[in-house]
């Protein structure tokens, strides 16, 4: 069964940190580009960042670089998100995807909230 998981999610003040996890199963991680999206309320989803199949190269949307930094683990067939210098603004549901010009997989997301 084709699946992803998301933790790492939860309430933070700003300029806190939070690390996401997303654990994969049932397909092989290796072989898929590995996105975050987030989707906040009333707006559309949006990429965040992209890591490629062997984790050299990756992309983030311009409202996040130097801020946050995806990577990767094929051995442990995981992703990860880490969310340092966080704002208000950054509060979302974070959802994490696996990505290949076939077929992709969604997580089922997880609440980010940044709240004083």
């Known amino acids: 069964q084709v699946q992803l998981v998301e933790s790492g999610g939860g309430l933070v003040q700003p300029g806190g940190s939070l690390r996401l996890s997303c654990a994969a199963s049932g397909f092989t991680f290796s072989s898929f580009i590995m996105n975050w999206y987030r989707q906040a309320p009333g707006k559309e989803r949006q990429l965040v960042a992209s890591i490629a199949k062997t984790g050299g190269s990756t992309h983030y949307a311009d409202s996040v670089k130097g801020r946050f930094t995806i990577s990767r683990d094929n051995a442990k067939n995981t992703v990860y998100l880490q969310m340092n210098s966080l704002k208000p603004e950054d509060t979302a549901v974070y959802y994490c995807?696996?990505?290949?010009?076939?077929?992709?997989?969604w997580g089922q997301g997880t609440q980010v909230t940044v709240s004083s």
């Open positions: 995807n696996a990505y290949t010009s076939a077929v992709e997989t």
